[in-house]
């Protein structure tokens, strides 16, 4: 049974401020929790149903060093922030920050994506096709809330998310392509394939800022067919990197 102390910290990661305080998150799901034991990533513990637990008895079993508690459907519901909780939730260390290194490969460049699932989708669209690290303005959504994380579908394990600033980002780093996605740019079906450069989606509603679009080397467009005024950013990055990576 977990204790009142245990739950409160659990609950508390819910929050960005005590994931930074304590470098821990909460990955919640069936198929996140497999991903993570089957990684031997830096998994701290583990709660789950008695029927989770029974299913992966091996994969539970094989998880030395880690606190893997059996909880009732309730008390996994008190911990979850979801409003449909799942079976298994595990606790997971923050990997510690990291530089980005730029050249010789192609990057994603998020300035203020506000929406967790659209930031967890680009996560895992990096992890498809094959990019190594996606960088996020300090006002992106958290990279570790729950939903994020959620919707990576465990590719968060394999995509390292650094936060820097972009307009300082782009200035020091001219000689590196960048491509903006804008409404207003070239057709990207006649942008040759890249394997080195900066592919950049702005904000959900707004779009890139104007100060980050003065320091790109490029303005990139998906052809509008249709009446439909914008393209969700994570659809957008998908179409772009499908375009310019194969």
């Avoid at 149903?49 to 893997?68: C, F």
Wanted: hydrophobic residues 40%.
């Amino acid at each position: 049974m977990l204790s009142k102390a245990q739950i409160k910290y659990i609950q508390s990661l819910q929050h960005k401020k005590y994931r930074q305080k304590f470098g821990q998150f909460i990955a919640e799901g069936d198929k996140i929790v497999q991903e993570l034991l089957q990684s031997g990533k830096d998994v701290q513990a583990v709660y789950a149903t008695r029927d989770w637990l029974l299913d992966h008895r091996e994969l539970a079993e094989s998880a030395t060093g880690m606190d893997v508690q059996e909880v009732e459907p309730p008390a996994l519901k008190q911990l979850s922030s979801l409003s449909t909780p799942n079976q298994a939730l595990a606790l997971v260390n923050i990997p510690p920050a990291s530089e980005p290194v730029l050249s010789g490969q192609v990057t994603i460049v998020l300035e203020t994506i506000q929406d967790p699932g659209n930031l967890g989708t680009i996560i895992r669209i990096a992890d498809w096709f094959g990019i190594r690290q996606i960088i996020c303005s300090p006002d992106c959504v958290d990279a570790y809330n729950a939903k994020t994380i959620q919707s990576t579908m465990g590719s968060i394990m394999r995509i390292p998310v650094i936060v820097k600033d972009i307009l300082e980002l782009l200035a020091a780093n001219k000689h590196i392509p960048s491509y903006a996605a804008t409404l207003h740019g070239d057709n990207i079906a006649g942008t040759p394939k890249i394997t080195e450069g900066l592919i950049l989606i702005g904000n959900e509603s707004r779009g890139l800022g104007e100060k980050v679009l003065a320091l790109c080397s490029h303005r990139i467009t998906i052809p509008r067919i249709g009446q439909a005024e914008s393209l969700n950013a994570a659809v957008a990055a998908g179409i772009i990197c499908g375009r310019l990576l194969i």
